[in-house]
Protein backbone atom coordinates (compact mmCIF):
# COMPACT_ATOMS: atom_id res chain seq x y z
CA UNK A 1 0.00 0.00 0.00
CA UNK A 2 1.39 3.38 -0.57
CA UNK A 3 1.65 5.54 2.64
CA UNK A 4 -1.27 6.59 4.81
CA UNK A 5 -1.28 10.49 4.07
CA UNK A 6 -1.11 10.00 0.13
CA UNK A 7 -3.81 7.06 0.27
CA UNK A 8 -5.91 8.93 2.22
CA UNK A 9 -5.85 12.42 0.08
CA UNK A 10 -6.10 10.32 -2.77
CA UNK A 11 -9.32 9.12 -1.87
CA UNK A 12 -10.59 12.63 -0.16
CA UNK A 13 -11.05 14.75 -3.36
CA UNK A 14 -15.04 14.55 -4.08
CA UNK A 15 -15.98 14.37 -0.31
CA UNK A 16 -15.78 17.94 0.07
CA UNK A 17 -19.48 19.52 0.15
CA UNK A 18 -19.77 22.24 3.48
CA UNK A 19 -17.71 25.75 2.81
CA UNK A 20 -17.22 25.31 6.97
CA UNK A 21 -14.53 23.17 6.34
CA UNK A 22 -11.16 25.42 6.83
CA UNK A 23 -9.09 21.95 6.68
CA UNK A 24 -9.67 18.44 6.75
CA UNK A 25 -7.06 15.74 5.70
CA UNK A 26 -3.79 17.02 5.57
CA UNK A 27 -3.21 18.56 8.92
CA UNK A 28 -3.23 16.74 12.70
CA UNK A 29 -7.16 17.55 13.02
CA UNK A 30 -10.21 18.68 11.38
CA UNK A 31 -11.28 22.48 11.73
CA UNK A 32 -14.93 23.16 11.08
CA UNK A 33 -16.08 26.19 11.47
CA UNK A 34 -19.56 26.34 13.77
CA UNK A 35 -22.32 28.24 13.44
CA UNK A 36 -24.29 30.03 16.48
CA UNK A 37 -28.02 28.96 17.00
CA UNK A 38 -27.26 25.43 16.46
CA UNK A 39 -26.31 22.11 18.59
CA UNK A 40 -23.73 19.46 17.40
CA UNK A 41 -24.27 15.86 17.41
CA UNK A 42 -21.80 13.31 17.32
CA UNK A 43 -22.09 9.71 17.35
CA UNK A 44 -19.14 6.66 16.54
CA UNK A 45 -19.84 3.46 15.36
CA UNK A 46 -17.84 0.44 14.77
CA UNK A 47 -18.05 -2.34 12.03
CA UNK A 48 -16.02 -5.57 12.53
CA UNK A 49 -15.17 -8.38 9.97
CA UNK A 50 -16.40 -11.31 10.79
CA UNK A 51 -18.68 -10.22 13.33
CA UNK A 52 -21.22 -7.52 11.76
CA UNK A 53 -20.18 -8.32 8.00
CA UNK A 54 -17.88 -10.84 5.90
CA UNK A 55 -17.24 -11.00 2.29
CA UNK A 56 -19.59 -13.45 1.66
CA UNK A 57 -22.80 -11.71 3.46
CA UNK A 58 -21.89 -7.92 2.08
CA UNK A 59 -20.71 -6.27 -1.11
CA UNK A 60 -17.52 -4.29 -0.38
CA UNK A 61 -19.19 -1.04 -0.91
CA UNK A 62 -22.07 -1.73 0.73
CA UNK A 63 -19.74 -2.03 3.44
CA UNK A 64 -18.61 1.28 3.30
CA UNK A 65 -22.03 2.66 2.70
CA UNK A 66 -23.32 1.01 5.87
CA UNK A 67 -20.26 1.84 8.13
CA UNK A 68 -21.64 5.05 7.42
CA UNK A 69 -25.36 4.75 6.98
CA UNK A 70 -25.41 3.25 10.83
CA UNK A 71 -23.92 6.58 12.28
CA UNK A 72 -26.45 8.78 10.29
CA UNK A 73 -29.06 6.72 11.52
CA UNK A 74 -27.60 7.87 15.03
CA UNK A 75 -28.30 11.52 13.60
CA UNK A 76 -31.29 10.97 12.12
CA UNK A 77 -32.72 9.58 15.85
CA UNK A 78 -31.42 12.98 17.27
CA UNK A 79 -33.28 15.09 14.25
CA UNK A 80 -29.43 16.30 13.16
CA UNK A 81 -28.53 17.18 9.48
CA UNK A 82 -25.56 15.30 8.89
CA UNK A 83 -22.00 17.00 8.15
CA UNK A 84 -19.17 15.63 8.36
CA UNK A 85 -17.28 12.19 8.98
CA UNK A 86 -13.98 10.74 10.37
CA UNK A 87 -13.19 7.17 9.54
CA UNK A 88 -10.66 5.37 11.29
CA UNK A 89 -9.81 1.77 9.24
CA UNK A 90 -7.42 -1.43 10.99
CA UNK A 91 -6.68 -2.98 7.61
CA UNK A 92 -5.15 -6.71 7.86
CA UNK A 93 -1.90 -7.24 6.89
CA UNK A 94 -3.10 -9.99 4.38
CA UNK A 95 -6.21 -10.73 2.99
CA UNK A 96 -7.09 -7.49 2.12
CA UNK A 97 -6.04 -5.70 -1.04
CA UNK A 98 -5.67 -1.76 -1.47
CA UNK A 99 -8.72 -1.85 -4.01
CA UNK A 100 -11.12 -3.36 -1.99
CA UNK A 101 -10.69 -0.51 0.70
CA UNK A 102 -11.00 2.10 -2.06
CA UNK A 103 -14.27 0.40 -2.98
CA UNK A 104 -15.77 0.21 0.81
CA UNK A 105 -14.51 4.39 1.47
CA UNK A 106 -16.70 4.08 -2.51
CA UNK A 107 -19.34 3.04 -0.65
CA UNK A 108 -19.35 5.85 2.05
CA UNK A 109 -18.60 8.12 -0.86
CA UNK A 110 -22.42 7.07 -2.62
CA UNK A 111 -24.32 8.00 0.58
CA UNK A 112 -21.83 11.36 1.67
CA UNK A 113 -23.05 12.59 -1.50
CA UNK A 114 -26.74 12.46 -0.79
CA UNK A 115 -26.90 14.11 2.13
CA UNK A 116 -24.04 15.88 1.74
CA UNK A 117 -21.22 15.09 4.19
CA UNK A 118 -17.75 16.05 4.27
CA UNK A 119 -14.79 13.31 5.12
CA UNK A 120 -12.82 15.47 7.50
CA UNK A 121 -10.35 13.02 8.85
CA UNK A 122 -9.07 9.72 10.08
CA UNK A 123 -6.87 7.54 10.41
CA UNK A 124 -5.08 3.87 9.16
CA UNK A 125 -4.08 1.49 10.68
CA UNK A 126 -2.96 -2.78 10.30
CA UNK A 127 -4.36 -4.89 12.12
CA UNK A 128 -3.27 -8.89 12.34
CA UNK A 129 -6.48 -10.40 11.81
CA UNK A 130 -9.48 -8.96 10.89
CA UNK A 131 -10.70 -5.51 9.39
CA UNK A 132 -12.10 -3.06 11.82
CA UNK A 133 -14.10 0.35 10.47
CA UNK A 134 -15.26 2.67 12.91
CA UNK A 135 -17.40 5.82 11.53
CA UNK A 136 -17.79 8.72 13.30
CA UNK A 137 -19.85 11.71 12.41
CA UNK A 138 -21.06 15.03 13.55
CA UNK A 139 -23.94 16.36 12.66
CA UNK A 140 -26.14 19.92 13.65
CA UNK A 141 -29.49 20.79 15.17
CA UNK A 142 -31.39 23.66 16.02
CA UNK A 143 -30.31 24.84 19.42
CA UNK A 144 -32.69 22.60 21.97
CA UNK A 145 -34.60 20.56 19.46
CA UNK A 146 -32.50 17.49 19.43
CA UNK A 147 -34.94 14.49 19.52
CA UNK A 148 -34.52 12.42 23.68
CA UNK A 149 -35.51 9.32 24.05
CA UNK A 150 -36.57 10.57 27.49
CA UNK A 151 -39.46 12.88 26.33
CA UNK A 152 -42.59 9.95 26.07
CA UNK A 153 -45.47 10.97 28.39
CA UNK A 154 -48.34 8.77 29.19
CA UNK A 155 -50.60 8.94 26.62
CA UNK A 156 -48.38 9.03 23.84
CA UNK A 157 -48.59 6.46 20.92
CA UNK A 158 -45.59 4.41 20.01
CA UNK A 159 -44.77 4.28 16.11
CA UNK A 160 -42.63 3.27 13.88
CA UNK A 161 -41.43 4.72 10.91
CA UNK A 162 -40.51 1.68 8.56
CA UNK A 163 -40.81 -2.00 8.71
CA UNK A 164 -39.02 -4.09 10.79
CA UNK A 165 -37.74 -7.26 11.17
CA UNK A 166 -36.20 -7.04 7.43
CA UNK A 167 -32.78 -7.00 8.15
CA UNK A 168 -33.26 -9.91 10.00
CA UNK A 169 -34.65 -12.23 7.65
CA UNK A 170 -31.53 -10.98 5.29
CA UNK A 171 -28.93 -11.99 7.19
CA UNK A 172 -30.45 -15.00 7.94
CA UNK A 173 -30.56 -15.71 3.86
CA UNK A 174 -27.29 -14.81 3.99
CA UNK A 175 -25.23 -16.47 6.18
CA UNK A 176 -27.33 -19.64 4.82
CA UNK A 177 -26.77 -19.03 1.21
CA UNK A 178 -23.69 -16.30 0.91
CA UNK A 179 -23.18 -14.32 -2.10
CA UNK A 180 -26.00 -16.55 -3.93
CA UNK A 181 -28.45 -14.74 -2.31
CA UNK A 182 -27.06 -10.80 -3.66
CA UNK A 183 -29.88 -9.18 -5.03
CA UNK A 184 -30.53 -6.12 -5.65
CA UNK A 185 -34.37 -6.29 -5.69
CA UNK A 186 -34.89 -8.47 -2.73
CA UNK A 187 -36.30 -6.07 0.07
CA UNK A 188 -34.73 -8.43 3.15
CA UNK A 189 -31.27 -8.71 1.27
CA UNK A 190 -31.17 -4.49 0.70
CA UNK A 191 -32.63 -4.30 4.46
CA UNK A 192 -29.18 -6.02 5.97
CA UNK A 193 -26.80 -4.85 3.18
CA UNK A 194 -27.51 -0.97 2.10
CA UNK A 195 -30.04 0.51 5.24
CA UNK A 196 -31.78 3.54 4.48
CA UNK A 197 -31.23 6.22 7.53
CA UNK A 198 -34.38 7.93 7.92
CA UNK A 199 -32.99 11.58 8.03
CA UNK A 200 -36.30 12.43 6.38
CA UNK A 201 -38.33 11.40 9.32
CA UNK A 202 -35.82 13.14 12.26
CA UNK A 203 -35.31 16.89 10.24
CA UNK A 204 -39.67 16.47 10.12
CA UNK A 205 -39.81 15.61 13.91
CA UNK A 206 -37.32 18.42 14.52
CA UNK A 207 -38.80 21.14 11.93
CA UNK A 208 -42.85 20.13 13.63
CA UNK A 209 -41.59 21.88 16.92
CA UNK A 210 -43.27 19.20 18.58
CA UNK A 211 -42.14 17.12 21.62
CA UNK A 212 -41.29 13.51 20.22
CA UNK A 213 -39.29 10.82 21.49
CA UNK A 214 -37.30 8.84 19.09
CA UNK A 215 -34.31 6.33 18.90
CA UNK A 216 -33.44 4.52 15.16
CA UNK A 217 -33.95 0.70 15.68
CA UNK A 218 -30.73 -0.33 15.41
CA UNK A 219 -30.99 -3.24 18.20
CA UNK A 220 -34.27 -3.88 17.66
CA UNK A 221 -37.86 -2.42 18.87
CA UNK A 222 -38.00 -4.11 22.05
CA UNK A 223 -34.60 -3.00 23.20
CA UNK A 224 -35.23 0.77 21.81
CA UNK A 225 -38.95 0.56 23.25
CA UNK A 226 -36.96 -0.29 26.69
CA UNK A 227 -34.77 2.80 26.10
CA UNK A 228 -37.45 4.62 25.77
CA UNK A 229 -39.59 3.69 28.88
CA UNK A 230 -36.39 4.31 31.26
CA UNK A 231 -35.11 7.44 29.94
CA UNK A 232 -38.31 8.73 30.60
CA UNK A 233 -39.99 6.72 33.42
CA UNK A 234 -42.54 5.34 31.08
CA UNK A 235 -44.08 1.97 30.39
CA UNK A 236 -44.48 1.24 26.67
CA UNK A 237 -47.03 -1.32 25.46
CA UNK A 238 -46.38 -2.54 21.93
CA UNK A 239 -49.46 -4.34 19.89
CA UNK A 240 -48.21 -7.33 17.92
CA UNK A 241 -50.95 -7.57 15.24
CA UNK A 242 -50.09 -3.71 14.42
CA UNK A 243 -46.80 -4.14 14.06
CA UNK A 244 -46.16 -3.49 9.97
CA UNK A 245 -46.55 -6.74 7.72
CA UNK A 246 -46.51 -9.04 10.93
CA UNK A 247 -48.59 -11.46 8.68
CA UNK A 248 -45.35 -11.82 6.34
CA UNK A 249 -43.16 -13.97 9.58
CA UNK A 250 -46.19 -16.12 10.34
CA UNK A 251 -44.26 -18.65 8.37
CA UNK A 252 -41.69 -18.77 11.23
CA UNK A 253 -42.34 -20.24 15.20
CA UNK A 254 -44.12 -17.96 17.36
CA UNK A 255 -40.32 -17.64 19.30
CA UNK A 256 -38.93 -17.07 15.74
CA UNK A 257 -40.98 -13.84 14.89
CA UNK A 258 -40.61 -12.24 17.74
CA UNK A 259 -37.07 -12.73 17.46
CA UNK A 260 -36.55 -11.39 13.82
CA UNK A 261 -39.32 -8.73 14.64
CA UNK A 262 -38.59 -7.28 18.25
CA UNK A 263 -35.11 -8.56 18.87
CA UNK A 264 -33.98 -8.66 15.56
CA UNK A 265 -31.78 -5.07 14.70
CA UNK A 266 -30.53 -3.38 12.24
CA UNK A 267 -33.66 -2.10 10.55
CA UNK A 268 -32.37 1.71 11.10
CA UNK A 269 -36.19 3.28 10.76
CA UNK A 270 -37.15 5.32 13.81
CA UNK A 271 -39.17 4.57 16.84
CA UNK A 272 -40.88 6.82 18.89
CA UNK A 273 -43.42 8.14 20.72
CA UNK A 274 -45.57 11.94 20.52
CA UNK A 275 -49.42 12.24 21.35
CA UNK A 276 -52.28 11.18 18.88
CA UNK A 277 -52.46 15.07 17.88
CA UNK A 278 -48.64 15.00 16.79
CA UNK A 279 -48.61 11.78 15.11
CA UNK A 280 -51.62 12.99 13.38
CA UNK A 281 -49.98 16.15 12.24
CA UNK A 282 -46.61 14.15 11.08
CA UNK A 283 -49.00 12.41 8.81
CA UNK A 284 -50.39 15.42 7.06
CA UNK A 285 -46.57 17.00 6.96
CA UNK A 286 -45.99 13.53 4.40
CA UNK A 287 -44.53 11.56 7.07
CA UNK A 288 -46.53 8.40 7.37
CA UNK A 289 -46.20 6.64 10.80
CA UNK A 290 -46.63 2.98 11.67
CA UNK A 291 -48.80 3.65 15.17
CA UNK A 292 -47.63 -0.03 17.08
CA UNK A 293 -48.89 1.11 20.57
CA UNK A 294 -48.75 3.61 23.31
CA UNK A 295 -47.30 4.68 26.64
CA UNK A 296 -49.00 4.85 29.94
CA UNK A 297 -47.67 5.42 33.55
CA UNK A 298 -44.97 3.31 35.20
CA UNK A 299 -41.39 2.80 35.66
CA UNK A 300 -39.43 1.81 32.82
CA UNK A 301 -41.24 -1.40 31.41
CA UNK A 302 -42.15 -2.71 28.07
CA UNK A 303 -45.51 -4.42 27.78
CA UNK A 304 -46.13 -6.82 24.44
CA UNK A 305 -50.14 -7.61 24.11
CA UNK A 306 -50.42 -10.80 21.61
CA UNK A 307 -53.48 -12.52 20.82
CA UNK A 308 -55.30 -11.16 23.77
CA UNK A 309 -52.81 -11.79 26.20
CA UNK A 310 -50.29 -9.18 27.65
CA UNK A 311 -46.51 -10.16 29.35
CA UNK A 312 -43.61 -7.98 29.25
CA UNK A 313 -40.29 -8.20 27.39
CA UNK A 314 -37.74 -8.84 29.12
CA UNK A 315 -33.89 -7.67 29.16
CA UNK A 316 -34.92 -5.94 25.55
CA UNK A 317 -33.27 -6.82 22.56
CA UNK A 318 -29.87 -7.34 20.86
CA UNK A 319 -27.11 -6.18 22.48
CA UNK A 320 -23.74 -6.82 21.24
CA UNK A 321 -21.98 -9.11 23.98
CA UNK B 1 -19.81 -8.76 30.19
CA UNK B 2 -22.73 -6.72 31.51
CA UNK B 3 -24.56 -5.50 28.23
CA UNK B 4 -22.91 -2.36 26.49
CA UNK B 5 -25.52 -0.17 27.81
CA UNK B 6 -25.52 -0.21 31.58
CA UNK B 7 -21.84 -0.55 31.30
CA UNK B 8 -21.09 2.39 29.08
CA UNK B 9 -23.07 3.88 31.96
CA UNK B 10 -21.68 2.58 34.76
CA UNK B 11 -18.19 3.99 33.81
CA UNK B 12 -19.30 6.98 33.03
CA UNK B 13 -20.01 9.44 35.89
CA UNK B 14 -16.89 10.98 36.88
CA UNK B 15 -16.41 12.19 32.93
CA UNK B 16 -18.48 15.09 33.17
CA UNK B 17 -16.96 18.61 33.21
CA UNK B 18 -18.87 20.78 30.58
CA UNK B 19 -21.95 22.18 31.23
CA UNK B 20 -22.20 22.94 27.49
CA UNK B 21 -23.22 18.68 27.35
CA UNK B 22 -26.74 18.75 27.11
CA UNK B 23 -26.72 15.03 26.34
CA UNK B 24 -24.13 12.55 26.56
CA UNK B 25 -24.02 8.99 27.33
CA UNK B 26 -27.49 7.31 27.13
CA UNK B 27 -28.87 8.43 23.87
CA UNK B 28 -28.77 7.89 20.29
CA UNK B 29 -25.41 10.18 19.98
CA UNK B 30 -24.05 13.47 22.36
CA UNK B 31 -25.18 16.95 22.03
CA UNK B 32 -22.90 19.62 22.41
CA UNK B 33 -23.71 23.19 22.57
CA UNK B 34 -21.10 25.24 20.41
CA UNK B 35 -20.15 28.60 20.92
CA UNK B 36 -20.29 31.12 18.49
CA UNK B 37 -16.46 32.84 17.77
CA UNK B 38 -14.90 29.70 18.12
CA UNK B 39 -13.56 26.67 15.31
CA UNK B 40 -14.00 22.87 16.61
CA UNK B 41 -11.76 20.74 15.75
CA UNK B 42 -11.78 16.88 15.60
CA UNK B 43 -9.51 14.09 15.59
CA UNK B 44 -9.57 10.12 15.92
CA UNK B 45 -6.54 7.90 16.43
CA UNK B 46 -6.88 3.73 16.85
CA UNK B 47 -4.63 1.55 18.78
CA UNK B 48 -4.65 -2.40 18.13
CA UNK B 49 -3.06 -4.77 20.18
CA UNK B 50 0.19 -6.45 19.18
CA UNK B 51 0.46 -3.50 16.27
CA UNK B 52 0.63 -0.50 19.07
CA UNK B 53 0.58 -2.33 22.43
CA UNK B 54 0.77 -5.50 23.86
CA UNK B 55 0.10 -6.66 27.55
CA UNK B 56 4.27 -6.85 27.98
CA UNK B 57 4.65 -3.40 26.83
CA UNK B 58 2.17 -1.15 28.51
CA UNK B 59 0.13 -1.65 31.71
CA UNK B 60 -3.45 -1.56 31.23
CA UNK B 61 -4.02 2.13 32.52
CA UNK B 62 -1.46 3.32 30.03
CA UNK B 63 -2.77 2.34 27.36
CA UNK B 64 -6.30 3.52 28.02
CA UNK B 65 -4.27 6.96 29.18
CA UNK B 66 -2.47 6.39 25.38
CA UNK B 67 -5.25 6.30 23.39
CA UNK B 68 -6.52 9.17 24.49
CA UNK B 69 -3.44 11.28 25.25
CA UNK B 70 -2.51 10.28 21.10
CA UNK B 71 -5.78 12.05 20.56
CA UNK B 72 -5.16 15.30 22.98
CA UNK B 73 -1.60 15.58 21.18
CA UNK B 74 -3.54 16.35 17.51
CA UNK B 75 -5.79 18.56 19.31
CA UNK B 76 -2.43 20.65 20.99
CA UNK B 77 -0.50 20.60 17.52
CA UNK B 78 -3.53 22.75 16.47
CA UNK B 79 -3.87 25.03 19.38
CA UNK B 80 -7.23 23.72 20.60
CA UNK B 81 -8.67 23.23 23.99
CA UNK B 82 -9.62 19.68 24.13
CA UNK B 83 -13.35 19.41 25.16
CA UNK B 84 -14.75 15.86 24.20
CA UNK B 85 -13.71 12.18 23.63
CA UNK B 86 -15.99 9.55 22.51
CA UNK B 87 -14.48 5.76 22.88
CA UNK B 88 -15.18 2.80 20.23
CA UNK B 89 -13.81 -0.05 21.45
CA UNK B 90 -13.85 -3.60 20.07
CA UNK B 91 -13.48 -6.37 22.80
CA UNK B 92 -12.01 -9.89 22.11
CA UNK B 93 -14.01 -12.93 22.85
CA UNK B 94 -11.85 -14.23 25.04
CA UNK B 95 -8.68 -13.02 26.57
CA UNK B 96 -9.73 -9.86 28.15
CA UNK B 97 -11.87 -9.60 30.99
CA UNK B 98 -14.58 -6.53 32.27
CA UNK B 99 -12.07 -5.35 34.82
CA UNK B 100 -9.51 -5.50 32.64
CA UNK B 101 -11.16 -3.14 30.45
CA UNK B 102 -12.40 -1.04 33.16
CA UNK B 103 -8.71 -0.67 34.09
CA UNK B 104 -8.04 0.70 30.62
CA UNK B 105 -10.90 3.34 31.29
CA UNK B 106 -9.37 4.81 34.17
CA UNK B 107 -6.57 5.57 32.85
CA UNK B 108 -8.64 7.68 30.11
CA UNK B 109 -10.24 9.65 32.60
CA UNK B 110 -6.71 10.11 34.87
CA UNK B 111 -6.00 12.07 31.81
CA UNK B 112 -9.49 13.19 30.83
CA UNK B 113 -9.41 15.10 34.64
CA UNK B 114 -6.54 16.74 33.61
CA UNK B 115 -7.47 19.03 31.32
CA UNK B 116 -10.82 18.28 31.61
CA UNK B 117 -12.34 16.19 28.98
CA UNK B 118 -15.89 14.76 29.13
CA UNK B 119 -16.60 11.06 27.71
CA UNK B 120 -19.87 11.81 25.67
CA UNK B 121 -20.24 8.86 24.15
CA UNK B 122 -19.06 5.55 22.38
CA UNK B 123 -19.72 2.30 21.05
CA UNK B 124 -18.52 -1.26 22.12
CA UNK B 125 -18.39 -4.67 19.58
CA UNK B 126 -17.02 -7.68 19.94
CA UNK B 127 -14.51 -9.25 17.92
CA UNK B 128 -12.83 -12.40 17.72
CA UNK B 129 -8.44 -11.60 17.88
CA UNK B 130 -7.19 -8.51 19.47
CA UNK B 131 -8.54 -5.81 21.20
CA UNK B 132 -9.11 -2.31 18.95
CA UNK B 133 -9.69 1.26 20.88
CA UNK B 134 -10.86 4.09 18.60
CA UNK B 135 -10.88 7.59 20.18
CA UNK B 136 -12.79 10.58 18.73
CA UNK B 137 -12.06 14.20 20.45
CA UNK B 138 -13.07 17.42 19.65
CA UNK B 139 -11.45 20.70 20.76
CA UNK B 140 -12.01 24.20 19.92
CA UNK B 141 -10.05 27.18 19.18
CA UNK B 142 -10.35 30.94 18.36
CA UNK B 143 -11.95 31.37 15.52
CA UNK B 144 -9.35 31.28 12.12
CA UNK B 145 -6.35 30.71 14.66
CA UNK B 146 -5.74 26.93 14.43
CA UNK B 147 -2.23 26.21 14.16
CA UNK B 148 -1.70 24.59 9.95
CA UNK B 149 1.25 22.89 9.11
CA UNK B 150 0.89 25.41 5.81
CA UNK B 151 2.19 28.23 7.66
CA UNK B 152 6.05 28.26 7.34
CA UNK B 153 7.62 31.06 5.44
CA UNK B 154 11.46 31.00 4.39
CA UNK B 155 13.50 32.32 7.04
CA UNK B 156 11.55 30.90 9.81
CA UNK B 157 13.66 28.61 12.25
CA UNK B 158 12.52 24.70 13.14
CA UNK B 159 11.76 24.24 16.49
CA UNK B 160 11.01 21.28 19.29
CA UNK B 161 8.99 21.51 22.40
CA UNK B 162 10.65 18.52 23.89
CA UNK B 163 12.77 15.56 23.38
CA UNK B 164 12.76 13.06 20.91
CA UNK B 165 14.08 9.29 20.44
CA UNK B 166 13.03 8.93 23.46
CA UNK B 167 9.87 6.82 22.76
CA UNK B 168 11.82 4.59 20.51
CA UNK B 169 14.36 3.96 23.00
CA UNK B 170 11.75 3.11 25.47
CA UNK B 171 10.15 0.65 23.00
CA UNK B 172 13.53 -1.13 22.24
CA UNK B 173 13.81 -2.18 26.17
CA UNK B 174 10.16 -2.91 26.51
CA UNK B 175 10.24 -5.35 23.54
CA UNK B 176 13.12 -7.39 24.47
CA UNK B 177 12.58 -7.06 28.48
CA UNK B 178 8.89 -6.38 28.40
CA UNK B 179 7.55 -6.18 32.00
CA UNK B 180 10.69 -6.33 33.42
CA UNK B 181 11.46 -2.83 32.24
CA UNK B 182 8.37 -1.20 33.18
CA UNK B 183 9.70 1.87 35.72
CA UNK B 184 7.95 4.75 36.85
CA UNK B 185 11.31 6.78 36.81
CA UNK B 186 13.03 5.35 33.46
CA UNK B 187 12.15 8.47 30.97
CA UNK B 188 12.48 6.51 28.09
CA UNK B 189 10.01 3.82 29.47
CA UNK B 190 7.69 6.76 30.60
CA UNK B 191 8.12 8.50 26.96
CA UNK B 192 6.73 5.09 25.06
CA UNK B 193 4.12 4.64 28.13
CA UNK B 194 2.60 7.74 29.56
CA UNK B 195 3.21 10.41 26.71
CA UNK B 196 1.81 13.73 27.95
CA UNK B 197 0.56 16.00 25.18
CA UNK B 198 2.06 19.27 24.88
CA UNK B 199 -1.44 21.30 25.31
CA UNK B 200 0.44 24.02 26.56
CA UNK B 201 2.46 24.95 23.99
CA UNK B 202 -0.62 24.84 21.58
CA UNK B 203 -2.21 27.68 23.67
CA UNK B 204 0.39 29.73 24.05
CA UNK B 205 1.00 29.21 20.48
CA UNK B 206 -2.55 30.37 19.65
CA UNK B 207 -2.57 32.86 22.31
CA UNK B 208 0.64 34.78 21.08
CA UNK B 209 -1.22 35.44 18.28
CA UNK B 210 2.16 34.71 16.27
CA UNK B 211 2.27 33.02 12.80
CA UNK B 212 3.21 29.62 13.73
CA UNK B 213 3.66 26.27 11.94
CA UNK B 214 2.99 23.10 13.75
CA UNK B 215 2.27 19.42 14.07
CA UNK B 216 3.04 16.76 16.63
CA UNK B 217 6.29 14.77 16.48
CA UNK B 218 3.69 11.19 16.45
CA UNK B 219 5.52 9.86 13.24
CA UNK B 220 8.94 11.31 13.88
CA UNK B 221 11.08 14.20 12.78
CA UNK B 222 11.44 13.82 9.54
CA UNK B 223 7.88 12.63 8.45
CA UNK B 224 6.55 15.70 10.29
CA UNK B 225 8.91 18.10 8.71
CA UNK B 226 8.30 16.96 5.63
CA UNK B 227 4.71 17.50 5.94
CA UNK B 228 5.44 20.94 7.29
CA UNK B 229 7.92 21.12 3.84
CA UNK B 230 5.38 20.05 1.54
CA UNK B 231 2.20 22.14 3.19
CA UNK B 232 4.08 25.84 2.96
CA UNK B 233 5.67 24.94 -0.13
CA UNK B 234 8.84 25.33 1.13
CA UNK B 235 12.04 23.59 2.28
CA UNK B 236 12.90 22.50 6.12
CA UNK B 237 16.81 21.99 7.12
CA UNK B 238 17.69 19.86 10.40
CA UNK B 239 20.74 20.70 11.76
CA UNK B 240 22.08 17.27 13.37
CA UNK B 241 23.63 18.59 16.51
CA UNK B 242 21.23 20.86 17.82
CA UNK B 243 18.95 17.89 18.27
CA UNK B 244 18.01 18.15 22.39
CA UNK B 245 20.52 15.49 23.90
CA UNK B 246 21.78 13.87 20.37
CA UNK B 247 24.71 12.93 22.38
CA UNK B 248 22.53 10.48 24.46
CA UNK B 249 22.13 7.94 21.48
CA UNK B 250 26.20 8.19 20.48
CA UNK B 251 26.17 4.82 21.87
CA UNK B 252 24.35 3.59 19.07
CA UNK B 253 25.34 3.53 14.89
CA UNK B 254 24.97 6.30 12.93
CA UNK B 255 22.07 4.69 10.85
CA UNK B 256 19.89 3.54 14.24
CA UNK B 257 20.47 7.05 15.94
CA UNK B 258 18.67 8.72 13.04
CA UNK B 259 16.39 6.24 12.97
CA UNK B 260 15.50 6.50 17.02
CA UNK B 261 15.81 10.08 16.49
CA UNK B 262 14.40 11.32 13.40
CA UNK B 263 11.69 8.69 12.62
CA UNK B 264 10.81 6.82 15.52
CA UNK B 265 7.92 8.87 16.21
CA UNK B 266 5.31 8.78 19.37
CA UNK B 267 7.23 11.47 21.29
CA UNK B 268 4.13 13.60 21.19
CA UNK B 269 5.70 16.81 21.69
CA UNK B 270 5.19 19.58 19.37
CA UNK B 271 7.48 20.41 16.19
CA UNK B 272 6.71 23.89 14.46
CA UNK B 273 8.73 26.75 12.76
CA UNK B 274 8.14 30.53 13.53
CA UNK B 275 10.34 33.85 12.60
CA UNK B 276 13.10 34.36 15.03
CA UNK B 277 12.17 37.17 16.25
CA UNK B 278 8.29 34.91 17.22
CA UNK B 279 10.76 32.11 18.33
CA UNK B 280 12.25 34.95 21.00
CA UNK B 281 8.85 36.16 22.37
CA UNK B 282 7.71 32.10 22.92
CA UNK B 283 10.80 32.02 25.41
CA UNK B 284 9.36 35.18 26.83
CA UNK B 285 6.06 33.50 27.56
CA UNK B 286 7.65 30.62 29.39
CA UNK B 287 7.47 28.40 26.55
CA UNK B 288 10.97 27.01 26.11
CA UNK B 289 12.15 25.81 22.65
CA UNK B 290 15.14 23.60 21.41
CA UNK B 291 15.78 25.23 18.10
CA UNK B 292 17.00 22.70 16.06
CA UNK B 293 17.06 24.19 11.73
CA UNK B 294 15.47 26.48 9.79
CA UNK B 295 13.29 27.12 6.71
CA UNK B 296 14.22 28.00 2.96
CA UNK B 297 12.70 28.94 -0.29
CA UNK B 298 11.92 25.43 -1.75
CA UNK B 299 9.67 22.58 -2.93
CA UNK B 300 8.80 20.14 -0.12
CA UNK B 301 12.31 18.99 0.97
CA UNK B 302 14.02 17.95 4.41
CA UNK B 303 17.42 18.66 4.80
CA UNK B 304 19.94 16.77 6.95
CA UNK B 305 23.39 18.76 8.01
CA UNK B 306 25.30 16.53 9.93
CA UNK B 307 29.13 16.52 10.27
CA UNK B 308 29.34 19.70 7.69
CA UNK B 309 27.65 17.69 5.06
CA UNK B 310 23.85 17.78 4.08
CA UNK B 311 21.70 15.22 2.75
CA UNK B 312 18.54 14.80 1.39
CA UNK B 313 15.72 13.18 3.92
CA UNK B 314 14.10 11.27 1.65
CA UNK B 315 10.61 9.18 2.52
CA UNK B 316 9.97 11.31 5.41
CA UNK B 317 9.93 8.56 8.46
CA UNK B 318 6.95 5.74 10.20
CA UNK B 319 4.32 4.86 8.50
CA UNK B 320 1.64 2.78 9.52
CA UNK B 321 1.89 0.23 6.47
Redesign the interface.
Known amino acids: ?????EWIRSISPGFHYHKEV??GI???????????G???????????E???FTKETMPLKAIGRKALAVNVS??A??G?VPL?F???I??PKSGWTQEEIGEIYSGMKGLAEKYPMDL???????????L?I?V????R?E??R?L???SAEPGDLLFLTGKIGYAAAGLDRLLKEGKQAWDDEDPFIQAHQSPDPHVKYGRGFVESGKRIA???VSDGAAHESK?IAE?SGVDVNIEWEKLPEVDRFAFLSDEKQEEWLLRGGEDFCLIGTASPKTCAELEERNLPLYIIGSVEEGKGRVWLERSGRRSELLG?GY???
Chains 1, 2 share one sequence.
Open positions: MKNEFITGDDAAVVREKAYDTVLAVDTMVDVHDLAMAYIVSAVIGGDTVSIKEKVSTVTGVKDALRSANDEAGTHF
